[in-house]
């Protein structure tokens, strides 16, 4: 759920009041009053905050951090590789769509921010349903069953449950402490999923339907043989996303502390 983290982020990049961005001195606009890091209810807060924020991007964006609209959530293409006893192969997936990202629902907040040499924090979310359609290709087998074929798509996922997680340690630059991301990690779990695919295996309907057939049948377990590979590539996409949002930000006004 890259596309989720994207969405978090973005409602994190403007917790802070009228944060300066140091590379162009860009002036983001006053969205709610800024989290103070060492408050009882810092969490709290950065949820309620979250809940505040997530709508309005999901829909206008953040223009002066060049985000576009995040529902529906634009992917270009993504690589994936796995292998397993019972699903192996890869895929390529083009001009994706998702839809249902601004419906997230923010459930839970977990802080360690007071030390202002290092963070974690731990997000819980909910989506009642998230769909999304585009085009593949894909070569391996499902089972005994050959993969082969390139077509549309369109999957819908049913309550979607899942926790953001992220570990920073601080570094000072241009005479300001910021914090770098060094860990990113999500799980996510699903109650139900439905797939369409045309053309799963080349020039044979027959083969094609009885291997959707197979996927709707066994999704669950194809959907945790592949959450490894998932998250592996999702560390590597967002955590350089997340800093370019951290290292832009200083700390100090990202989340200030209380004053005394």
């Known amino acids: 759920m890259r596309?989720?983290?994207?969405?978090?982020?973005?409602?994190?990049?403007?917790?802070?009041?009228?944060a300066i961005i140091r590379s162009g001195g860009v002036e983001?606009?006053?969205y709610s009053d800024p989290c103070k890091r060492n408050d009882k209810d810092f969490s709290g807060c950065v949820k309620r905050t979250?809940?505040?924020?997530?709508?309005?991007?999901?829909?206008?964006?953040?223009?002066q951090l060049n985000i576009t609209s995040l529902d529906p959530f634009y992917l270009n293409e993504y690589l994936m590789h796995f292998e397993s006893t019972q699903i192996e192969g890869k895929a390529l997936f083009k001009d994706v769509y998702n839809h249902g990202l601004g419906s997230i629902k923010i459930v839970d907040v977990r802080s360690l921010v007071e030390d202002p040499e290092q963070l974690e924090l731990e997000v819980d979310f909910y989506m009642p349903k998230v769909i999304s359609n585009g085009k593949f290709k894909g070569e391996g087998?499902?089972?005994?069953?050959?993969?082969?074929?390139?077509g549309v798509f369109n999957v819908t996922s049913y309550d979607v449950t899942g926790s953001w997680m992220l570990k920073?340690?601080?570094?000072?630059?241009?005479?300001?402490?910021?914090m770098r991301i060094k860990d990113v990690g999500m799980k996510l779990d699903i109650g139900d999923m439905k797939i369409y695919a045309t053309n799963m295996i080349n020039g044979s309907p027959e083969l094609s339907q009885m291997a959707l057939t197979f996927a709707n049948q066994f999704w669950r377990v194809i959907f945790q043989i592949m959450m490894p590979y998932a998250e592996e590539g999702f560390e590597k996409i967002t955590r350089p996303i997340l800093n370019q949002v951290f290292l832009e930000v200083p700390y100090d006004q990202l989340f200030p502390p209380s004053r005394k």
């Open 50 to 63: 979250l809940q505040y924020l997530i709508p309005k991007f999901s829909k206008e964006g953040i223009p």
């Open 168 to 178: 920073g340690n601080a570094v000072e630059l241009d005479g300001q402490r910021y």
């Open 3 to 18: 596309n989720a983290v994207i969405l978090l982020l973005a409602a994190f990049s403007a917790v802070a009041r009228a």
């Open 141 to 150: 087998r499902i089972g005994q069953m050959p993969i082969m074929g390139k």
């Open 28 to 30: 983001l606009p006053t």
